[in-house]
């Protein structure tokens, strides 16, 4: 196990900081990043004092390396009372819940979570507030799509960016938006959803490597420790303002290469890759984030970004863990 670790001066900036960090939807995979690069960092006493974690119903979470975490429910959000705090908010119905749901009752069942958060916004004013949003906020042309009967997921993000841009303006709070695209990285869930995470489940296990898209697919990857790390570089940066970036990774890789790149690094390339013919006539299904804005915040904050292949490694890494 290769633990979650930020780049020192960024650890030594949150040890002198003090604030208060609570973080919503703490148990999903970003959360549970988070709460193990501030374990890592404050270490027990300081993670104990400072620390606290909510997810969608309370109970107990443990991380790599053994570190047990207490989860409130997030109803227990509006009686917490900090001094100067940072908050963490990845709290948000998936897309698969999406398509399970009526838009209206996903619509109302995010925001039920979206009030939860302006009135602690409102009533803690946090020095500084993160939000994950998604890269899926986007329509054609990078427009911001507006079309919430076929794009519930990314229309209510925008509106969440919308929503708290406007609260922490009010309550003097710098935010932090940052519209995630592709990650990969320990406690990556949805194991059949992702394609790097299916593509390693198969090449681990000794199989072919199964890829179902018959047109081109073009991903950029980026660690989920490194956003995490960015997070709260961005929160911690002096004198700062509020910042807004997608993730990318330092290449674009088409679904074909990436499945080729896994086998290599799990050392099996004499895996069979199967795939139906591409049809080179149909548009690529191109999910890449501008990663311009993020680049600019990772090297003022000295946070070197992993590579594809060290992103492979370390996501099969943790899959041989929970095997």
Partial sequence: MIPLALPPAIADSLRSSEAH???????????????????????PEGFRRRVRAFASRSRSLTLRGGVSVELAGLESLARVEVGPAMLFHYAFLTREKASAMSIEAYREANAR???????AVARLRPKAMFLASSGAVYGPGRAFDEDIARNP???LKRRDEVLFSQACQAAG?????????????PYINKLDSYALASFLVDALAGRPIAIRAAQRVERSYVHVGDVAALALAALLESGAESVTFDTAGERVVEVGELAALVRDVVGRPDLEIRRP???TGRPADRYVGEGAAMS???????????DLPAQIRRTAGYLREIR
């Fill in 296 to 306: 600019a915040l990772a090297g003022r904050c000295g946070v070197a970004l992993l």
């Fill in 277 to 279: 013919p591409v049809d």
């Fill in 113 to 119: 979570i979206s009030d939860r958060l302006t009135e």
């Fill in 173 to 185: 709070t710098r935010l932090a938006i940052a519209r995630i695209f592709n990650l990969s990285g």
């Fill in 153 to 155: 997921y990314g229309v």
């Fill in 21 to 43: 960090i609570l973080v919503t939807g703490a148990g999903g995979w970003i959360g549970s990043a988070t709460l193990e690069l501030l374990a890592q960092a404050l270490g």
